[in-house]
């Protein structure tokens, strides 16, 4: 419970815009004929683009984004605004204001983002008519869309993270006896400390070996060829998500350990759940869309290029971007609304349950929140996983052979492997409620996953992988002949 000297407020006023009372009806019926007609007439836009092959172009490509930004954009203030005029309930809770301000600013960036990637494209299309369907690519296309979302969600989560410590400062100066702290003191790992200087070695190492390991995968796939399919595409950003993953919480541990220095402000320890989170959840999508992949490759391998083209490719990716974004935010935003009794956090990264354990709020809606996306990001990706790997095995079962098998085994082993490192760690701390009270265990399992997984998955797929052994070969004779 928060205390009654509490100076914080549950919910905004929205004063409106100033009309008469008795206009009230008017413009009610004008706002909302605005708002239908730009709904419907982007609809028909993007159902037009769709549906006729002639607007298959870039122009009109940026077009359909930008018909789905506005109707975005506009409904994160106009249907409130109808509402308020209409019920005269003026109130606004603070989350509902926070997701406001966050929507409102991530689809007024992206609408600004499209129409300069569109500018672009009128400049290629006048400048350089000749080379216009070389240069605007559908794959540079994509790659502007991706980008334009990206950049918007880091601007919006930016402002809306310092907005929440906007008011944190402003609780933590009204009231002496607030039970919010400007700061959190991460204990660490539990480790005598005349070791700390063999586990700093230790740890140190193994997140250089994650992060050059990674990147090596990358720079392979780049590289050669032969691995532009859609298999090293997504392994290719499950390799990015590990290096981020891994940065998250590892150089700050390695910092703690190192100055003995363990406390982290507030915005610092909010945008490091945030991002665990995001990459978390990142990883959970990719792993699934290539064992999606396997699958494809496996039961249906004649139609494997048609149902695996790059658009699919591109499209799995962007939505499991989006939504990890969406379940941080979640997170986040109902995180920042709680007060904090203790500042100690027994772990040594900003776990979302070490956090919760210190708030002297309500967290029945963040536990909520938690349970439920915890089952879409977590749980549903298991159950397609499993459901992929169930189809592989009826098909490798129809036609039994030893050529058979190995070639299954070839083609899904290294993912296997991945899955069981990743889903074992999760469900090793998740599904033993009896057990996960002892803090050792929940941090061995931390380690588990943000520094052991994220170092093994490059040798998986390098090790047992005949054509990331060729792309590995290839790179280093060519480094051999020019040195």
Same mark, same amino acid.
């Given at each position: 419970?928060?205390?009654?000297?509490?100076?914080?407020?549950?919910?905004?006023?929205?004063?409106?815009?100033?009309?008469?009372?008795?206009?009230?009806?008017?413009?009610?019926?004008?706002?909302?004929?605005?708002?239908?007609?730009?709904?419907?007439? =982007?609809?028909?836009?993007?159902?037009?683009?769709?549906?006729?092959?002639?607007?298959?172009?870039?122009?009109?490509?940026?077009?359909?984004?930008?018909?789905?930004?506005?109707?975005?954009?506009?409904?994160?203030?106009?249907?409130?605004?109808?509402?308020?005029?209409?019920?005269?309930?003026?109130?606004?809770?603070?989350?509902?204001?926070?997701?406001?301000?966050?929507?409102?600013?991530?689809?007024?960036?992206?609408?600004?983002?499209?129409?300069?990637?569109?500018?672009?494209?009128?400049?290629?299309?006048?400048?350089?008519?000749?080379?216009?369907?070389?240069?605007?690519?559908?794959?540079?296309?994509?790659?502007?869309?991706?980008?334009?979302?990206?950049?918007?969600?880091?601007?919006?989560?930016?402002?809306?993270?310092?907005?929440?410590?906007?008011?944190?400062?402003?609780?933590?100066?009204?009231?002496?006896?607030?039970?919010?702290?400007?700061?959190?003191?991460?204990?660490?790992?539990?480790?005598?400390?005349?070791?700390?200087?063999?586990?700093?070695?230790?740890?140190?190492?193994?997140?250089?070996?994650?992060?050059?390991?990674?990147?090596?995968?990358?720079?392979?796939?780049?590289?050669?060829?032969?691995?532009?399919?859609?298999?090293?595409?997504?392994?290719?950003?499950?390799?990015?998500?590990?290096?981020?993953?891994?940065?998250?919480?590892?150089?700050?541990?390695?910092?703690?350990?190192?100055?003995?220095?363990?406390?982290?402000?507030?915005?610092?320890?909010?945008?490091?759940?945030?991002?665990?989170?995001?990459?978390?959840?990142?990883?959970?999508?990719?792993?699934?869309?290539?064992?999606?992949?396997?699958?494809?490759?496996?039961?249906?391998?004649?139609?494997?290029?048609?149902?695996?083209?790059?658009?699919?490719?591109?499209?799995?990716?962007?939505?499991?971007?989006?939504?990890?974004?969406?379940?941080?935010?979640?997170?986040?935003?109902?995180?920042?609304?709680?007060?904090?009794?203790?500042?100690?956090?027994?772990?040594?990264?900003?776990?979302?349950?070490?956090?919760?354990?210190?708030?002297?709020?309500?967290?029945?809606?963040?536990?909520?929140?938690?349970?439920?996306?915890?089952?879409?990001?977590?749980?549903?990706?298991?159950?397609?996983?499993?459901?992929?790997?169930?189809?592989?095995?009826?098909?490798?079962?129809?036609?039994?052979?030893?050529?058979?098998?190995?070639?299954?085994?070839?083609?899904?082993?290294?993912?296997?492997?991945?899955?069981?490192?990743?889903?074992?760690?999760?469900?090793?701390?998740?599904?033993?409620?009896?057990?996960? =009270?002892?803090?050792?265990?929940?941090?061995?399992?931390?380690?588990?996953?943000?520094?052991?997984?994220?170092?093994?998955?490059?040798?998986?797929?390098?090790?047992? =992988?005949?054509?990331?052994?060729?792309?590995?070969?290839?790179?280093?004779?060519?480094?051999?002949?020019?040195?």
């Amino acid at each position: 419970m928060r205390r009654n000297n509490q100076s914080t407020v549950s919910e905004f006023l929205l004063l409106g815009l100033p009309i008469r009372p008795e206009q009230q009806g008017v413009f009610f019926t004008l706002f909302l004929g605005m708002y239908l007609t730009t709904v419907l007439g =982007n609809l028909l836009i993007i159902l037009l683009i769709r549906l006729d092959s002639r607007l298959h172009t870039p122009m009109y490509f940026f077009l359909s984004h930008l018909a789905f930004t506005d109707i975005s954009f506009s409904s994160v203030t106009a249907p409130k605004m109808l509402m308020n005029m209409y019920t005269q309930d003026q109130s606004i809770s603070y989350a509902g204001c926070i997701s406001q301000v966050y929507f409102f600013l991530f689809w007024g960036d992206l609408d600004s983002l499209l129409l300069t990637s569109m500018a672009y494209d009128r400049y290629v299309a006048i400048c350089h008519p000749l080379h216009y369907s070389t240069i605007m690519s559908q794959s540079l296309c994509i790659f502007l869309v991706i980008v334009s979302w990206i950049q918007s969600c880091a601007s919006a989560l930016l402002h809306t993270l310092l907005l929440a410590r906007l008011s944190f400062y402003r609780r933590t100066m009204r009231s002496e006896n607030q039970s919010s702290v400007p700061q959190f003191l991460l204990l660490g790992l539990p480790i005598p400390p005349g070791q700390q200087g063999v586990f700093f070695t230790l740890f140190l190492g193994m997140y250089l070996t994650t992060v050059l390991g990674n990147l090596l995968i990358i720079l392979l796939i780049r590289l050669d060829s032969r691995l532009h399919t859609p298999m090293y595409f997504f392994l290719s950003h499950l390799a990015f998500t590990d290096v981020s993953f891994s940065s998250v919480t590892v150089p700050k541990m390695l910092m703690d350990m190192h100055t003995k220095y363990k406390s982290i402000p507030y915005a610092g320890c909010i945008s490091q759940m945030y991002f665990f989170i995001f990459f978390t959840d990142l990883d959970s999508f990719l792993i699934t869309s290539m064992a999606y992949d396997r699958y494809v490759a496996i039961c249906h391998p004649l139609q494997y290029t048609i149902i695996m083209r790059e658009e699919l490719c591109v499209l799995l990716v962007a939505v499991s971007w989006i939504l990890s974004c969406a379940s941080s935010l979640s997170h986040t935003l109902l995180l920042t609304q709680l007060s904090f009794c203790a500042n100690t956090i027994t772990h040594f990264f900003c776990d979302l349950g070490a956090i919760l354990k210190l708030s002297c709020s309500d967290i029945f809606l963040n536990e909520l929140v938690m349970f439920t996306v915890g089952v879409v990001v977590i749980t549903l990706p298991f159950i397609c996983i499993l459901v992929s790997y169930g189809y592989i095995g009826a098909t490798i079962l129809r036609v039994p052979s030893t050529k058979g098998i190995c070639k299954a085994l070839s083609t899904c082993g290294s993912h296997l492997s991945v899955v069981c490192l990743y889903y074992g760690a999760i469900f090793g701390q998740y599904l033993f409620p009896t057990i996960s =009270n002892f803090i050792d265990k929940d941090i061995i399992v931390a380690l588990m996953y943000t520094v052991v997984t994220p170092m093994l998955n490059p040798f998986i797929y390098s090790l047992r =992988n005949k054509d990331m052994k060729k792309a590995l070969g290839k790179l280093f004779s060519k480094g051999t002949f020019f040195s």
